[in-house]
């Protein structure tokens, strides 16, 4: 009788277990899939708002030494920094398992990239520009390998 109770009591805590490893898996997914809505949200803000609500660059001195050394404007320095998450978070966001969403994935800051300059070239108060869509392609690829850190984090576990 009493390795019958041991038993039962064994079982329900490798339930137990498999449960709370369960909801953490979940619960740390639904944290990247709101990070990366609120990136989303705030790189919209961001790409789409009249100059004179956006931060001035000319105050960032960082970003005035970065441009000036690279010999770029510096909102093209801020374009990249802007795209080097969106790989990452896309792919802690949606955890792909098929060879095509990696590659959608993969592509994805082109794509978003595009799709801005396009908003912008139609709104009164932007311009799409090909130099700006060369800087988020830029930056994208720069979050490569912090998508690799990630991969390897979290696959070796």
Known sequence: ?????????????KATQSNSKVRRRI???????TLFAA???????????TGDSLPQY?????????????KVLPDKVLHAALFVPIIPLAWAAVKPKY??????LLWSGLLFGALTEIV???????TGDIADLAADV????????????????????
């Not at 000319?58 to 690279?70: D, E, P, R, S």
């Open 120 to 126: 912008q070239h139609y709104l009164p108060y932007r």
């Open 138 to 157: 830029v930056g994208s690829v720069l979050g490569i390998p912090f998508l690799l850190i990630f991969i390897f984090l979290t696959e070796n576990k």
């Open 99 to 104: 060879a095509i969403t990696k590659i959608l």
């Open 39 to 49: 990136y989303l949200g705030t790189s919209a803000y961001l790409l789409f708002a």
């Open 27 to 33: 619960s740390r997914r639904w944290l990247f899939i």
């Open 58 to 70: 000319k105050n960032m001195g960082f970003v005035m030494q970065i441009a000036t050394y690279l």
């Open 1 to 13: 009788m009493a390795a019958k109770t041991t038993i039962k009591r064994k079982s329900k805590r």
